[in-house]
């Protein structure tokens, strides 16, 4: 049966087959998936945005005291006080099986898997929340998803570079240079369309002589070998499916940048300036979102091995280095500098979301925004009350200006003394206190039709308009 045959032929019976009386739901499958759609009447775009900071944060710095609305914001938040009724703090969430997990932080931050973090032989990872938006919002867009990071690729098991995760649970390659990022995302195709066809073409030929070879291949292979090739051709399959998405969008031209606007991604920036390099990756997911060349995007600006000295305001340690302070007040203190600066470059993001009109809002209104950690403490790498921020989304139904404290719902005051910190990140004061609670909202809010995210009990209503 044909692309399009089967297309028309699964969807016309609405993802189910019957048979023999029985009705039974087909799992989401690539022909039910059209490579481009129209938008439908009236409907304006529903974006997602996730910001990952590495290796946790300076607790004492970092805490919210006061829950609810008209809290104080905390030394290291303060650089969001003019967007405090445009996010929400969280305090005290966790992912349950993340729990004593010390290396695999970022690798299940939107994932909520648990992994062996102990055999590199048996890393299974599951889908990342924001592949499931892209599935949705993905076909109106020439990129489904957009994986940006300070490190380019997906790094090791246990450490990855990426915080995407497909639905087999390969981790999808983040991209770390922005002038490649642009020139991919607005750039013309070398040779014209025709030659990216043919490019494309190969390519597929290539692919099949994969499968073809693989399929006798795993006939001799033994269990745990043959655990590994198939998630080498889960991989493969990927970049079929991003090769035919190509092709479909190779007659629709690209949006036209201002030489202004395109000028600061046509040269390299240096890591070594943190805070521009920050800026830059920052303005080039406003660009991307702006012209809707993407609605999903997920950015590490650090990862767990690799977060950047920052040499403007005097920090030359790594984050990961700062992050093992073992209580050493000097060091606690460059960490909480670090994570003001972050907040900072944070700030301005929403800044430029808060400017931009879309359709007669501002962008921010229609772009959530998660920004956070999977770790709280790094030095004994503890993840329980993660530092954890939403921002944006009203004009999706989402609402802000709060404090929502799992730790201490009715007010209890925080010493915020160096032991209590430790108290808060070791173990969960809330059970059902789960950062995979705020991802199944931003799911439903991005039109995605689900009732639950892994280990979800329900979503935070409390955002919710």
Same mark, same amino acid.
């Given at each position: ?237 990927? @970049?079929?499916? #991003?090769? !035919?998405?190509? *092709? =479909?969008? /190779? %007659? ?8 202004? &606007? ?68 000097? @060091?606690?203190? #460059?960490? !909480?500098?670090? *994570? =003001?600066? /972050? %907040? ?8 430029? &979301? ?76 809330? *059970? ?34």
């Amino acid at each position: 049966m044909s692309n399009i045959l089967s297309q028309r032929w699964l969807l016309d019976r609405r993802h189910f087959l019957r048979g023999a009386g029985a009705t039974v739901a087909l799992p989401l499958l690539d022909a039910m998936t059209p490579l481009r759609a129209a938008p439908a009447a009236g409907e304006k775009p529903r974006r997602s945005v996730f910001v990952y900071i590495p290796n946790g944060v300076n607790g004492m710095a970092w805490q919210v005291t006061k829950p609810g609305r008209g809290y104080d914001l905390s030394p290291s938040l303060k650089p969001l006080e003019k967007h405090r009724d445009d996010f929400t703090v969280f305090s005290g969430l966790h992912h349950p099986n993340g729990l004593g997990q010390a290396h695999v932080c970022a690798d299940t931050w939107l994932t909520g898997a648990r992994i062996d973090a102990q055999n590199a032989r048996k890393y299974e990872n599951t889908v990342s929340c924001d592949q499931l938006m892209a599935e949705v919002a993905g076909v109106q867009t020439r990129f489904p998803s957009l994986e940006l990071s300070i490190s380019s690729g997906t790094g090791q098991p246990g450490n990855s570079t990426t915080l995407a995760f497909s639905r087999d649970g390969v981790p999808l390659p983040a991209e770390d240079n922005p002038r490649h990022v642009f020139n991919r995302l607005f750039g013309e195709e070398a040779g014209g369309a025709a030659a990216q066809r043919a490019r494309l073409i190969k390519r597929r030929s290539v692919l099949d002589a994969v499968h073809d070879d693989a399929s006798a291949l795993r006939r001799e292979l033994g269990a745990d070998d043959r655990a590994k090739l198939d998630e080498y051709l889960h991989s493969v399959r990927d @970049v079929e499916q #991003r090769a !035919a998405r190509l *092709d =479909a969008w /190779l %007659t629709v031209p690209k949006p036209k940048i201002d030489p202004k &606007l395109a000028a600061p991604f046509q040269r390299d920036v240096s890591k070594a300036q943190a805070g521009e390099y920050w800026r830059t990756m920052f303005d080039l997911i406003v660009l991307a979102l702006r012209t809707d060349m993407t609605r999903v995007v997920t950015y590490m600006n650090g990862s767990e091995g690799n977060g950047l000295a920052i040499p403007e305001i005097g920090i030359t340690q790594a984050r990961h280095n700062l992050s093992h302070h073992n209580g050493d007040p000097v @060091v606690l203190d #460059r960490l !909480a500098k670090s *994570d =003001a600066f /972050l %907040t900072r470059m944070f700030a301005g993001f929403l800044d430029q &979301l808060k400017s931009i009109q879309d359709g007669g809002e501002p962008l921010l209104d229609r772009t959530m925004v998660l920004f956070g950690s999977g770790m709280s403490y790094g030095h004994s790498h503890a993840n329980s009350n993660l530092p954890i921020l939403l921002a944006g989304g009203r004009g999706l139904g989402l609402k802000h200006g709060q404090h929502l404290d799992y730790n201490h719902p009715k007010g209890h005051a925080y010493t915020l003394g160096y032991e209590e910190w430790m108290g808060l990140c070791g173990r969960p004061r809330d *059970d059902k206190a789960r950062l995979s609670n705020v991802m199944l909202t931003m799911l439903q809010k991005m039109g995605v039709r689900t009732e639950k995210f892994v280990d979800s009990t329900g979503a935070v209503s409390e955002v919710t308009a």
